[in-house]
């Protein structure tokens, strides 16, 4: 039913890969020693409590990074568009691409997720054949921490990280995450706030992104979107076509699939879509674009709320993936 990634060695987590498709319950998030974390908010919070923004629905600090261990590397990301040179170059699809959701609101859907941690945000692993991207970091570090190891995630793996939006339960995990392992750079909207963007420059490489720009081979960003609340998802590149990744789709799901859909159509689209708080109307709309835009298959968490996910899956039938905390899509299926 389902097969190993041969390409990706990992620790010796608690669940093997073919476990991680049939996991179940949610557990609490007691018992974590918060030791180190609170030692980290101990040196960060006077100099970060100007910067904290409220969340999606929580209000948790954004830890910040604490050591400054390399010089200021903050670069602006080269928009795919800007490329006048050469002549643009199609994105190669991956052989294999893998999606985890390291962490979830939604509880795990299948049997044999009892000790995965149940909480507020979103973060979700994309492996491809080459690069490791962890996009988004969850709403707290031991969270995201505790499921990685859960899931068999080594955080040494990560090569990227890519986050969505300047909200606490898409950010609050960065620190800790930067303590277990050092991934080469982290993408965001340049519309982060400068400190922000200071503070991760003094430890790493950190790629301001603007219009579309390339992630990774066969990964890009769409780049800036929205007004109020600025957003990037990403466009994975797999065998089936192209697949969008979402944090919470402030500027609207529709419309971010769309700059996508119009192009290159769209495989799937999953993450967060924000439409917990629509009305039956408003999601009806919302599915009837993305179906007009040909997008093949949905994977709702997070932000999508209990309606938003049973109306896609009554409108989607069987192109409806139900997703939580653990999930994996793997794509080609393997069978
Ligand atoms: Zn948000
Ligand atoms: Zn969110």
């Known amino acids: 039913m389902c097969t190993s990634i041969p390409y990706l060695p990992r620790q010796q987590g608690n669940l093997s890969h073919c476990d991680r498709l049939h996991r179940g319950d949610i557990m609490d998030a007691g018992g ?34 604490r050591e400054k261990t390399t010089p200021d590397t903050t670069v602006a990301a080269a928009p795919l568009t800007t490329t006048t040179t050469e002549e643009e170059t199609p994105m190669q699809p991956s052989q294999t691409t893998t999606l985890t959701i390291v962490y979830d609101n939604n509880t795990p859907v299948t049997d044999g997720g009892d000790a995965l941690r149940t909480a507020w945000g979103f973060s979700c692993l994309v492996e491809t054949t080459g690069t490791v991207v962890l996009f988004d970091t969850g ?3 031991p969270t995201l921490l505790h499921n990685m190891q859960e899931l068999g995630v080594d955080p040494a793996s990560i090569d990227i990280v890519v986050l969505s939006h300047f909200h606490s339960d898409h950010t609050g995990g960065l620190a800790a995450l930067l303590d277990a ?20 420059g003094e430890r790493m490489r ?20 929205g007004s109020s609340i600025i957003e990037q998802g990403i466009v994975v ?5 192209p ?3 979402t944090g919470c789709a402030h500027p609207g799901i529709a419309k971010i699939a769309t700059r996508i859909a119009e192009k290159d159509g769209l495989a799937l689209v999953m993450g967060g879509f924000h439409l917990k708080d629509s009305s039956d ?10 179906e007009q835009l040909g997008v093949v298959r949905v994977a709702p968490t997070h932000c999508t709320g209990d309606r938003g996910r049973t109306l896609f899956a009554e409108s989607y039938g069987e192109r409806f993936v139900h997703v939580g905390l653990g999930s994996v899509i793997v794509i080609p299926e393997t069978e």
């Open 181 to 200: 392992c050092t991934p080469d750079s982290v993408f965001m909207p340049q519309a982060f706030p400068a400190e922000f963007k200071a503070q991760l």
């Open 206 to 225: 950190v790629v301001e992104v603007t219009g579309p720009t390339e992630i990774a081979p066969g990964i890009t960003s769409t780049g800036e979107m």
């Open 243 to 245: 697949a969008l990744i």
């Open 32 to 65: 974590e020693d918060l030791r180190p974390l609170l030692r980290v908010f101990a040196i960060l919070t006077l100099c970060i409590a100007a910067l904290v923004p409220a969340g999606c629905s929580g209000t948790e600090p954004i830890p910040p990074v």
């Open 139 to 141: 709403g707290d570090g």
């Open 237 to 241: 590149q797999t065998a089936d076509g």
């Open 281 to 290: 109307a408003q999601i009806a709309s919302v599915i009837a674009k993305l």
